[in-house]
């Protein structure tokens, strides 16, 4: 529905109660700073709402979650927009990127972080304790939304999931109260907000453990496409024995030929392996020898650097762009198929398509929370881009890639259903885990008010 006053029941708060009440910005559609304000890191769906809340406080969001309520508004949140899934047309958008709070405790190795706050600066402010918070490839994701879906790590086979250090959850639920969930408070809750993705309430603040962690060896081993079917062959059989120390991934891209790419990597199909090891950088050099061995990089940037600089091993781009993507947790997987996968998305794909397959185990397998599919091996993640190509196109190309890997599926991930995929997040959690989300769905939010 679209907001306007004449649709407001008198005995409910009207948009100049919710303005008296916030201490962000309420937006309307027309106002200056609406569209900057729905607009994310995702730009391929963005949020139509018909009120728009800024909120700087958690006291915003009860008022926001209230004002929703009284006018049967559904209920959207959005920090970064980085995995904006479903978008909201004429309900209530809740931004929380003004509650940027990071505050670390280092005698307790822990930090509190607001639902805006970003990994990079978490990353940054707890690197002078030698500390650091288990945080994925990119420092612009929200520490919020990253942890509600369990959280990839880059350090992810040591340290297991973000969601796994989660020690409270500060959230507003349907019913307007505000609440600080924990193990001890409210563990069926708890349980579910780490790992369970989003719908149960809005974040307002984060608390979790940080690992100690201050530096580490990593960066990137790029192959061209002369090299590629022996580099992804090498790639998975050197990750048959890894010690959980290294959490490794393979990036495959097809570049555009166009003038606005880097010479090095214009029209060129490149293999990216990306590693982070806790260990010496003696050791790393033993480890990543048989990759070396495939022959010839492109770019070889693996070295000993300060964990701040951690986001230069991924470099994922910082632009905002319009995305769509898929995910496929495995069991296995053999070189034939990633051979058919990279031959599928490569050059002669449809839209430019990134491939990253990253090597699971370790820590990952391990935890609690409502992380699905802990034993899968490999996670293969699929991004196209949108920007010239429909929806649909995009979802064909993606289907014949899960074609090719369904002899080894067994889940998807939440964290990287990137577009409206309706019921395939139920692919996400196994059979015990969905019914005990349902359960909390139905407890916390009977009338479906965080429905998108």
Known sequence: MNFTQDTVPAASPTLADLTGQVTGVVLVPGDDGYDAERSGYQTGYRHRPSVIVGAASAAD?????????AHGLPVSVQSTGHGLAAATDGGLLISTRRM?????????????????????KAIEEAAPYGLAPVHGSSPGVSVAGFTLGGGLGILGREFGYASDHVRAVELVTADGELRRVSEAR?????RALRGGGHGLGVVTGLEFGLVPV???YGGQLVFGADLLDEALAAYLAWTEDLPATLTSSMGLIAYPDVPAMPGHLRGRHLAHIRIAYTGTAEDGERLVAPLRAVGPRVTDTLRDMPYTESQTIHQDPTTPHAYDGDSVLLSGLDADAL??????????APMMTVVQL???????????????????RYLVRLLSLLDDTDVAAVRALHAEVRGVLAPWAVGRSVNFLFGDHG????DAYEEPVRRRLAGAKAAYDPENVFRA
């Open 339 to 348: 051979r058919a996968v990279a031959a599928l998305t490569g050059p002669d």
């Open 423 to 426: 019921d395939a997040v139920a």
């Open 214 to 216: 201050a530096r580490v």
């Open 358 to 376: 990253n090597h699971l185990g370790g820590a990952l397998a391990e935890g609690g929370g409502s992380v699905g599919h802990r034993d899968a």
């Open 61 to 69: 969001v009860v008022a926001a979650v209230c004002y929703a309520r």
């Open 100 to 120: 940027d709070e990071v505050r670390i405790d280092a005698e307790a190795r822990t930090a509190w972080a607001g639902a805006g706050a970003l990994c990079g």
């Open 186 to 190: 409210d563990p069926d809750l708890f």
